[in-house]
């Protein structure tokens, strides 16, 4: 097999290690069943075009189509809202690079880079959108319009992959409010944990898609 080009995301399970001490503790599967569940969604995609790899925490999704990026989209928000469909959270990052694969051997600067935006610019739970497929995108002749056709959301300069949509944001709502009640004592003074709840509350918020007269679900700083 030759080294191509393609898109890939490598996706990183949040509070993995939590889930996986629980099933060891218990005796259990559960987290095991929930990463299961949450690809199922891939067998019924074209493997011939899109590849999932997944390793403990970490998900690797190739698509080696431009024609199919805009699928590509459509399947990682599918991947990230099944996720939380299980109480799970995730983040990302995309890339596009050269990449190999075949057998035992996997080389591939995309999944360098993608690792790269993952761990230093996703932080939250999102996917980043590398800034060189952007620019691709934005000059590049006879690619797919990517922009203003609410696949993409930005903020601080950083793009990433919108996942609300006019049809989802009350389900998705409902489902981040309970992974947030769920873990909220195990949130109690960890910070980086709680900015992760926080920054996907914001960003729900923040949709055109926001029910009216919705209420907040994570109290905001009091005075003691």
């Known amino acids: 097999m030759s080294t191509e080009f393609v898109y890939t995301a490598l996706i990183d399970v949040l509070s993995y290690r939590d889930r996986l001490n629980k099933d060891i503790q218990s005796g259990a599967e559960r987290f095991k069943d929930d990463l299961i569940q949450s690809l199922s969604i891939f067998d019924s995609v074209n493997a011939a075009i899109f590849s999932v790899q997944a390793i403990s925490d970490t998900i690797i999704i190739t698509c080696n189509s431009h024609d199919k990026f805009i699928d590509f989209l459509r399947i990682l928000k599918n991947v990230f809202i099944s996720f939380m469909k299980r109480g799970l959270f995730i983040r990302g990052g995309v890339a596009y690079s050269k990449h190999f ?49 609410g696949y993409l959301v930005k903020q601080n300069g950083i793009a990433f992959l919108n996942v609300i949509d006019s049809d989802n944001w009350v389900s998705l709502y409902g489902i981040a409010k309970d992974i947030y009640l769920s873990d909220k004592i195990a949130l109690h003074g960890n910070e980086t944990a709680f900015q992760k709840h926080s920054w996907f509350e914001q960003y729900l918020f923040s949709s055109v898609y926001m029910a009216p007269q919705s209420e907040r679900y994570i109290p905001i700083p009091e005075l003691v």
């Open 101 to 149: 694969h075949s057998g035992r051997i996997t080389y591939s600067h995309a999944v360098a880079r993608a690792y790269e935006i993952e761990s230093r610019e996703a932080i939250y739970p999102r996917i980043v959108i590398d800034k060189n497929i952007l620019d691709m995108y934005s000059t590049g002749k006879n690619l797919p319009d990517i922009f203003n056709k």
